[in-house]
């Protein structure tokens, strides 16, 4: 795969493709924060989106979940397609949609509940399971999944708004991983954290890549170098360049990257 | 801009010079002094303020207090009736409707007059019956109709004196002023005297006041009614303005489209708000009176229209709890994959409940003072039962207030001030159960 360009087409041919966007445009009102984006993201792997702040990182990524779709003014055009099924059809229901494809924020954002509730509601809700044996092994694995069990597990009934600041993120982590998902958006997972847990959640990001597909907005270029196979840079709502992360760091074909990854902007 | 893009050493240097320069002229100095003078009179404008506010809210207080105080006891003097078989079941039937239509005003009446037998003419009588309240009568009927075996005994009774005197034993009345002043005459003084070296007058704590309904008579008087009818109509209020409140709050806050609609019903939800109360009346006699027939005066129609007036308060606060709920909390929901109905119901409503029942808490303490709009639906009727049902003709507590302050009677003034301080306290306990409602589920994100 030597013959990288700034398009994304060729690496679709890698693996198989997860999840993929074709042309895709976002407008808040009359501003458009995506120009045609065209980028496929590949089944367990990493994929960080990186670039400068504001350039449409974070949009980009919640139209994978059509998270969008909670901002009246945002409107969504072009191709987003999950397992080649359109997620923007008409037809498909967003519930589970959202359910395949989870879902971890910037801010730690547990719920006012106990820990044990903060996992066990997705799985509620979807009826995967009402059985509280079940549930119990859903919880206990998906903390375990997050790397959390042993620090929690003689807790569970209290508040996870008591946790400290990267607990509180594994757990948010956990909570997504209890629905099962396919796929996971990370937005920005530690830029509230400090160094040590940030190392928590990147090696738990690792882990996680052999059972989910993983999208993680960064502005942490070593982080995206530590955890992902593929990179896309964007800039002013433009994918700029899409690549393998090796290449994209050390071969950028385009200036503006390489203008950002040696730090003349961002 | 170019000096301050690239400053040399020589700018620094001067520059800090300068600065210190300017502020150590005694023009800086005076200029400093100045800011520090306004800011200290700025405080005590503000402690001024807050003295003056204080103050009033004490007056107020005390006097209402000071006032209140004579109603909470009650003067009752002790006498032996007889209840003579010839008033009372001339044919010793035992028939309780006989016994109920006799006239234990004459036993009363005959009682006073073996007391001061001496007392002959007709007007003296008269007066000498305005000793006792007309509360003997009802007394004396109920002790009787309980233990019809009473009949042809003499019991001791202890009853209420009539308002006059009761205000007499309170040192209410100045016994130096000339008797064409007084309410009380010399020969009523004696009789009164003599009672009260016999011993058989004595003050009680005022029960009749929370247990009794209104009456004619001061001495007689209660809010219990009052109370029951501003409970029934408070309970319509709630029952209709807690649900339809917050369900209008939540799908404005949380389902509305934005467009020229909602913002046209928020600006008037506003409105209404700022509608004075009257208004509200007007719109209960028409509507629900004149027009769907329900029944006046009742806790029904009033609590119906109070609920009109709380409605603006509680929507306005539920929706103030509803945004305060973050935005991460609904993505954090979104994002497992819950429906916005979930959303709403699982996370954002109970963590804005708190919020939520903070208002509706105050509108209820408001809606508890309000008067104007019960006086349009005929609350301020007089009415000397305890309501039984949401459509019985019924007060309530500020009407209440509102009705004794018009009766020339100085007893009603102890009564309306002793009524005012029993509807300070509840709106107080509310207004406390609100803050700390507030306070124990204060949440910080
Ligand atoms: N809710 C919104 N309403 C209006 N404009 C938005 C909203 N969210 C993002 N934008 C705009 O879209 C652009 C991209 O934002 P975003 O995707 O958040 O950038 P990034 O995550 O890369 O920092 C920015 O110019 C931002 O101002
Ligand atoms: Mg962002």
Redesign the interface.
């Known amino acids: 795969m030597s013959a990288q360009t700034v398009d994304a087409e060729p690496m679709a041919a890698v693996g198989q493709a997860k999840m993929t966007a074709r042309d895709v445009d976002v407008y808040y009102g009359e501003k458009r924060a995506l120009h045609s984006v065209d980028c496929d993201v590949i089944e367990n792997e990493v994929l960080s989106l990186i670039g400068p702040s504001g350039c449409g990182k974070s949009t980009f990524l919640r139209c994978l979940?059509r998270?969008n779709d909670?901002i009246?003014i945002c409107r969504v055009e072009g191709n987003i397609t999950l397992d080649s099924q359109d997620i923007y059809d008409k037809e498909l229901d967003v519930?589970?949609?959202?359910?395949r494809v989870?879902?971890?924020?910037q801010?730690p954002?547990?719920?006012?509940k106990s820990i044990y509730d903060n996992i066990a509601?997705?799985p509620r809700?979807?009826g995967v399971s009402s059985h509280k044996d079940d549930l119990d092994g859903i919880v206990q694995r998906s903390l375990e999944g997050a790397g959390l069990w042993q620090e929690v597990k003689d807790r569970l009934a209290e508040p996870g708004t008591g946790l400290s600041g990267g607990q509180q993120q594994r757990l948010?982590i956990a909570?997504?991983i209890?629905?099962s998902p396919e796929v996971i958006l990370m937005d920005e997972p530690c830029s509230a954290l400090d160094p040590i847990a940030t190392a928590h959640i990147e090696e738990l990001i690792d882990e996680l890549r052999q059972n989910f597909t993983i999208v993680i907005v960064t502005h942490n270029m070593q982080q995206a170098a530590r955890v992902s196979q593929k990179t896309a840079f964007f800039h002013l709502g433009e994918l700029v360049e899409h690549n393998l992360t090796g290449e994209l760091f050390t071969n950028p074909k385009d200036e503006r990257t390489q203008g950002y990854i040696t730090g003349r902007y961002g | 801009m170019s000096d301050i893009a690239e400053p040399t050493p020589m700018g620094i240097a001067q520059a800090t010079a300068g600065h210190r320069d300017i502020h150590q002229t005694p023009e800086a100095i005076a200029r400093r002094q100045r800011r520090y003078r306004s800011e200290a009179r700025f405080k005590y404008y503000g402690i001024a303020g807050i003295a003056a506010a204080i103050s009033m809210l004490i007056v107020l207080l005390v006097s209402i207090a000071s006032e209140s105080f004579s109603a909470f006891t009650q003067t009752f003097v002790t006498i032996d009736v007889n209840i003579d078989q010839a008033t009372v079941d001339p044919n010793e039937s035992g028939d309780p409707a006989v016994i109920g239509r006799a006239s234990f005003q004459t036993l009363a009446n005959n009682t006073l007059y073996a007391l001061f037998p001496d007392v002959s003419d007709r007007r003296d009588r008269r007066a000498l019956r305005a000793l006792l309240s007309p509360g003997v009568e009802f007394e004396l009927r109920r002790r009787v109709m309980d233990d019809p075996s009473l009949v042809g005994q003499t019991i001791s009774i202890t009853v209420e004196m009539s308002d006059d005197f009761d205000q007499l034993h309170k040192g209410l009345i100045d016994r130096t002023l000339p008797e064409a002043q007084r309410r009380i005459n010399d020969l009523q003084l004696s009789w009164y005297d003599q009672l009260v070296s016999e011993g058989l007058i004595e003050t009680q704590f005022n029960w009749r006041f929370f247990s009794g309904a209104n009456s004619r008579y001061p001495e007689l008087a209660g809010i219990w009614a009052a109370l029951v009818g501003s409970l029934l109509t408070m309970a319509v209020t709630l029952g209709l303005a807690f649900p339809i409140g917050v369900a209008a709050a939540v799908y404005l806050e949380e389902f509305a489209?934005?467009n020229w609609f909602t913002d046209m019903i928020e600006v008037n939800i506003n409105n209404l708000a700022a509608v004075p109360s009257i208004v509200f009346g007007l719109l209960g006699l028409a509507v629900f009176i004149q027009f769907f027939g329900m029944p006046n005066s009742s806790p029904l129609v009033g609590g119906m229209v109070i609920a009109l007036m709380t409605l603006p308060t509680i929507i306005i606060a539920s929706r103030a709890a509803l945004k305060a709920v973050?935005p991460?909390?609904?993505?954090?929901?979104?994002?497992?994959?819950?429906?916005k109905i979930?959303v709403v119901s699982?996370?954002v409503l109970p963590?804005a409940m708190p919020g939520i029942l903070t208002g509706t808490i105050i509108g209820m303490a408001q809606a508890l003072g309000e008067t104007a709009p019960l006086l349009m639906v005929g609350m301020v009727i007089f009415i000397t039962s305890i309501p039984s049902g949401f459509t019985d003709p019924s007060t309530v507590l500020p009407v209440q207030i509102f009705s004794w302050a018009g009766n020339p009677e100085r007893g009603f003034v102890a009564l309306t001030s002793a009524a005012i301080m029993v509807l300070l306290t509840f709106l107080i306990v509310m207004n406390a159960l609100a803050i700390y409602l507030r306070k124990k589920f204060e949440?910080r994100w």
């Open positions: 979940n998270m909670t009246d519930v589970q949609l959202r359910a989870g879902m971890v924020f801010k954002n547990p719920f006012p509601y997705g809700i979807h948010c909570r997504a209890a629905v | 489209p934005k973050p991460s909390i609904r993505e954090a929901a979104l994002g497992v994959g819950a429906s979930q699982h996370h963590l949440r």
